[in-house]
T-cell receptor, first 112, second 116 residues
Framework: DAKTTQPNSMESNEEEPVHLPCNHSTISGTDYIHWYRQLPSQGPEYVIHGLTSNVNNRMASLAIAEDRKSSTLILHRATLRDAAVYYCILRDVVYTGNQFYFGTGTSLTVIP | DTAVSQTPKYLVTQMGNDKSIKCEQNLGHDTMYWYKQDSKKFLKIMFSYNNKELIINETVPNRFSPKSPDKAHLNLHINSLELGDSAVYFC???????????????FGPGTRLTVT
């Protein structure tokens, strides 16, 4: 699986939008972009995923660059509960394993 | 209802002992996984099982052996525990990934293993 690069940490004020960037310059045409987050002392949880088009769900939005070499996870209004480590992961859709290779992620701090 | 559950939540044991961690999912998924998260919070896949068959076995010592009695359960047995095995172990499950759909994985709460 291709490698992703994320900032180690970011801060946001509560109730403000947060843009979490991810670079994946070696992405292949069949790589899906996944985002998971891990709250303190919990297992990772799914946030969103996409292939080429921007995606929205109840938790977040995913903006994918036209060349797919980068993406941004958007939390529209950060809450204290959003403080977590956010992982950007690439997975080849034709690969049979479905295992995810987690990087170091971005630790998001939400300031009240 | 808890989707993916693990027992025990905490496990403290001495070097050289053998221990098991149990995982159960009630989501009807065909595939289950074990991940290890070390002290630096790096999360790494260990095993992947589909319908009771091992499909992925990353570079893991032979002391680690996954066992799947049925597709809802995937247990992790560890022989001759070492200090370096201290970590948080996460179980996860998903629908059968062997297709073109990137199914999401559901993770358990983790088991914190401490080897003294």
């Amino acid at each position: 699986d291709a490698k992703t690069t994320q900032p180690n940490s970011m801060e946001s004020n509560e109730e403000e939008p947060v843009h979490l960037p991810c670079n994946h310059s070696t992405i292949s045409g069949t790589d899906y972009i996944h985002w998971y987050r891990q709250l303190p002392s919990q297992g990772p949880e799914y946030v969103i995923h996409g292939l080429t088009s921007n995606v929205n769900n109840r938790m977040a939005s995913l903006a994918i660059a036209e060349d797919r070499k980068s993406s941004t996870l958007i939390l529209h209004r950060a809450t204290l509960r959003d403080a977590a480590v956010y992982y950007c992961i690439l997975r080849d859709v034709v690969y049979t394993g479905n295992q995810f290779y987690f990087g170091t992620g971005t630790s998001l701090t939400v300031i009240p | 209802d808890t989707a993916v559950s693990q027992t025990p939540k905490y496990l403290v044991t001495q070097m050289g002992n053998d221990k098991s961690i149990k995982c159960e999912q009630n989501l009807g998924h065909d595939t289950m996984y074990w991940y290890k998260q070390d002290s630096k919070k790096f999360l790494k896949i260990m095993f992947s099982y589909n319908n009771k068959e091992l499909i992925i076995n990353e570079t893991v010592p032979n002391r680690f052996s996954p066992k799947s009695p049925d597709k809802a359960h995937l247990n992790l047995h560890i022989n001759s525990l070492e200090l370096g095995d201290s970590a948080v172990y996460f179980c996860a499950s998903s629908q059968d990934p062997r297709g073109l759909v990137p199914y999401e994985q559901y993770f358990g709460p983790g088991t914190r293993l401490t080897v003294t």
